[in-house]
């Protein structure tokens, strides 16, 4: 398994913005997509985006479509998580995962990053 190490997370007021990092370890195949999952408490843990490592298709939950941005650094081996506009429901830890196979297994997952949106 490839770990992968979440950072960006913290405390933000409603309306502020948020990156949220992931780094991978070792190579990564153009097969492979990753995305982004958040846990509120006393909830399941839900998608949040996901994109696809070769080409970059992206997908979007609606509760944070054209607030939230992910993106990939090939070069770096990284992904991203942009987070604008936030509100208090955006609250939870969030997840990075990996897709080897862009099949909608996620294989490996973070340690998770806390984010808390409060005034």
């Known amino acids: 398994q490839v770990p992968l190490v979440e950072s960006g997370g913290g405390l933000v007021q409603p309306g502020g913005s948020l990156r949220l990092s992931c780094a991978l370890s070792g190579r990564t195949f153009s097969s492979t997509s990753m995305g982004w999952f958040r846990q509120a408490p006393g909830k399941e843990r839900e998608f949040v985006a996901r994109?696809?490592?070769?080409?970059?298709?992206?997908k979007y939950a609606e509760p944070v479509k054209g607030r939230f941005t992910i993106s990939r650094d090939k070069a770096s081996n990284m992904v991203y998580l942009q987070m604008n506009s936030l509100k208090s429901e955006d609250t939870g830890v969030y997840y990075c995962?990996?897709?080897?196979?862009?099949?909608?297994?996620?294989?490996?997952w973070g340690q998770g990053t806390q984010v808390t949106v409060s005034s």
């Open positions: 995962a990996q897709d080897r196979g862009s099949d909608y297994t996620y294989e490996s």
């Open positions: 994109i696809d490592w070769g080409y970059g298709y992206t």
